[in-house]
């Protein structure tokens, strides 16, 4: 993947991953908020509960779909150019969210702005990579990424608890809010990283060749496991480990605190080996999904198993963004955002299953059904382990360099 590097100083380089994290968080935020003050819309616009959560598959529909394509239709553009264009469309999409109280636009500004997020991601992800050395390329993508872990383990339940307080126009108020903020960040602390690879067209035969699939398809079956159950850990807390009302909160939260510091930490393990992490992460989730099912009944030990769950998914993550970039070589430009667009099939393929398997069986069958996937991805991600990038380094550019040395560090250690 051809970057252009920045060399700002570290302290600079600091202020703008963080500038990238907030957009992330904003974003990330934005996305899940719905899901909080479903009832409230609900009621507002008239529509039924199903049809209001109609909102949170659009907005995903349009991150998994609509992503891809505008970051295909921006790839000649300067990375900073995109990330303030997204940002301010983002918020403008939001503002129309306050503003409506139809439901068919409503539905079209979620599908618009999940687009947005898309494209967002792609370009935060350039961004950051572009002010560090390579071999700081994972930890980069790591605090990049941990704005999303971060809105859901802290965002979103502001954000409900907002919207409880101030009725649901006012949660989106508070987005927009935030979004110019971060776009203001943007502005002042984000430098220009022009783009330095062919077009989309050239790019599409790297993005999308077979060892780029096969670690999406990586991506789309470890999500699909983890939401398989964590679709429905709030029944199975219910009926299996017995705890309700505020201590849920208290369960949800632990799980979102432990996957967002595995993500902080996860760029870390993937400069060293991100191939291998995927392995671990993935045999991890595994352990964690069997002692959830296996312990689910004792109040501690269940949130002992959904900490271990969120730092396993939050540790892969970084790993997961680092390999399709760098399997990519000259098409890391383009295949930047197809991560977030498997992570979100995956997870409507692992919500469908997961209530499959509950309206079928048992609440608990929910985790079996997340641990047989699992089971599953164990050999594919040990399979995937074995792609290369692409041989020509003056192609692949940095990304991929700087993937192959440490493929060469870890073979002589």
Do not use: C
């Amino acid at each position: 993947m051809n970057v252009q590097r920045a060399t700002p100083s570290p302290g600079r380089a600091n202020l703008t991953l963080a500038t990238l994290f907030l957009g992330m968080f904003v974003l990330g935020s934005a996305e899940l908020l719905v899901v909080g003050v479903l009832n409230l819309i609900a009621t507002d616009l008239q529509v039924s509960i199903p049809a209001a959560g109609t909102l949170v598959t659009a907005y995903a529909m349009g991150l998994a779909l609509g992503g891809p394509i505008l970051t295909a239709l921006t790839i000649k553009l300067n990375r900073r150019h995109v990330l303030i264009g997204a940002l301010l469309l983002f918020a403008l999409a939001n503002l129309l969210l306050v503003l409506i109280s139809d439901y068919g636009l409503f539905l079209a500004a979620r599908v618009v702005a999940g687009a947005l997020q898309g494209v967002f991601i792609g370009a935060a992800f350039t961004a950051g990579i572009a002010v560090v050395p390579p071999e700081r390329m994972g930890r980069a993508m790591s605090v990049v990424i941990s704005g999303v872990a971060v809105s859901a383990a802290l965002g979103s339940p502001l954000g409900t608890l907002v919207g409880q307080a101030l009725g649901w126009r006012g949660s989106f108020t508070a987005v927009v809010g935030l979004t110019v903020i971060a776009l203001i960040a943007t502005l002042v602390l984000v430098p220009s990283v022009p783009s330095t690879g062919s077009g989309a067209a050239g790019q599409a035969k790297h993005a999308f060749a077979p060892r780029v699939l096969a670690v999406l398809g990586l991506t789309l079956l470890i999500y699909a496991a983890l939401y398989a159950a964590l679709t429905y850990v709030v029944p199975f807390l219910q009926d299996v480990t017995g705890v309700s009302g505020a201590l849920i909160s208290v369960f949800l939260l632990a799980y979102g605190v432990a996957a967002a510091t595995g993500s902080f930490s996860g760029g870390r393990f993937a400069d060293i080996n991100a191939a291998r992490t995927l392995i671990v992460g993935t045999t991890g989730v595994a352990v964690s999904l069997l002692a959830l099912y296996l312990i689910g009944a004792i109040a501690a030990l269940a949130a002992l198993a959904l900490v271990a769950l969120g730092l396993f998914i939050g540790v892969m993550t970084p790993s997961l963004q680092y390999r399709v970039m760098t399997l990519a070589g000259a098409g890391g430009a383009l295949a930047q955002s197809l991560p977030a667009s498997a992570v979100n099939v995956g997870i409507a393929f692992g919500s469908a299953a997961g209530g499959v398997a509950i309206g079928t069986f048992t609440t608990s069958s929910t985790v079996i059904t997340g641990l047989i996937i699992t089971v599953i991805v164990i050999p594919v991600a040990w399979a995937t382990s074995f792609l290369k990038p692409p041989a020509a380094q003056s192609a692949a550019g940095p990304a991929a360099t700087a993937e192959t040395a440490s493929g060469a560090r870890n073979t002589t250690t």
